[in-house]
């Protein structure tokens, strides 16, 4: 599946924060790319803004326009808030919940585990990133790949305690999913309300 794949420092400087993840070099260019980056910005429309907070969600958790575009219309089918339970939709993608429990250091290497068959749910391998994980379900390392670098590096020294709403058992290298997170408990910078105005008109 199409995915992006250009320079994610271009991306983090676009919106002027590390999405991605700790960033050198925007902390060096805190301004968009471009010969004109460095000019003062004009003042955005309030369309600009809900555009920029879509693509900002969408850059965050890796996913493409239709698909961003069907959880927001669950999202919408569903009681609640509907900005917050879009933000729950998000969450509860097996790449991001593998992503959350430290299994992966960055979302996009969480895909890749992901993808590559790593990942056992419930104790069967799971390999569609946007499988969505259900409360009480145990995502985990398969057998053969807690040996894995990457895995051991990224475990290594995590805070499992960050996140309320995931329990993790160190012994077998595996979390549960305990309750879909409230929006207070979901760290990323993103305003869902203009998402949900955006697609509203």
Do not use: C
């Not at 009480?136 to 990457?150: A, F, H, M, P, Y």
């Amino acid at each position: 599946m199409a995915r992006y794949t250009g320079p994610k420092t271009k991306i983090a400087r676009k919106f002027g924060e590390a999405i991605y993840g700790p960033d050198k070099v925007l902390s060096k260019k805190n301004y968009p790319p471009g010969q004109h980056g460095v000019n003062k910005r004009r003042k955005t429309s309030e369309y600009g803004i809900q555009l920029r907070e879509k693509q900002k969600a969408k850059y965050t958790y890796g996913v493409l326009e239709k698909q961003f575009r069907n959880l927001f219309e669950k999202a919408s089918r569903k009681k609640g808030i509907t900005g917050e339970v879009l933000l729950q939709l998000l969450e509860a993608r097996l790449d991001n919940v593998v992503y959350r429990l430290g299994i992966a250091p960055t979302r996009a290497a969480a895909r890749q585990l992901v993808l590559h068959r790593h990942i056992v749910v419930n104790g069967k391998v799971v390999n569609i990133a946007s499988y969505s994980v259900k409360p009480g379900e145990v995502i985990g390392v398969r057998e053969k790949s807690k040996s894995l670098e990457v895995i051991a590096d990224s475990l290594a020294g995590f805070n499992h305690s960050k996140y309320p709403w995931i329990e993790w058992d160190e012994a077998s290298k595996s979390g549960k999913l305990l309750h879909l997170p409230e929006r207070a408990d979901i760290p990323e910078n993103i305003k869902e309300q203009a998402i949900v105005e955006l697609y509203s008109k």
